[in-house]
Nanobody, 121 residues
Framework: QVQLVESGGGLVQAGGSLRLSCAASGSFFSIANMGWYRRPPGKQRELVAL???????NYADSVKGRFTISRDNAKNTVYLQMNNLKPDDTAVYYC???????????????WGQGTQVTVSS
């Protein structure tokens, strides 16, 4: 299995920055795409940023120019640098990864427990 643990969430004022980290551990052959999702209060979960194992990236329009996703494959870790945070960024942020844990099963979808990001104005 793949265990994903997020860190770096917290409280910050509007205009501030946070850096989220998500480390993958467990028994797996490889990790493919990794991404960050978020669920604002009272809203549906949405994709924030995605990065492939080839370092191609994709961002939600609402965070383009402010957030940067990156990964360190040697550490099986994905990061989300969040700059110029806005109150609308307040949400629980979830790490997602596509992991190969058994050749017979192909890649599976794994999720972290979530980390709270609160942006005050």
């Amino acid at each position: 299995q793949v265990q994903l643990v997020e860190s770096g969430g917290g409280l910050v004022q509007a205009g501030g920055s946070l850096r989220l980290s998500c480390a993958a551990s467990g028994s797996f052959f490889s990790i493919a795409n990794m991404g960050w999702y978020r669920r604002p209060p009272g809203k549906q979960r949405e994709l924030v940023a995605l990065i492939t194992d080839g370092d191609s990236t994709n961002y939600a329009d609402s965070v383009k120019g402010r957030f940067t996703i990156s990964r360190d494959n040697a550490k099986n870790t994905v990061y989300l640098q969040m700059n110029n945070l806005k109150p609308d960024d307040t949400a629980v942020y979830y790490c997602n990864a596509k992991g190969l844990v058994a050749l017979s099963r192909g890649f599976g979808d794994y999720w972290g427990q979530g980390t709270q990001v609160t942006v005050s104005s």
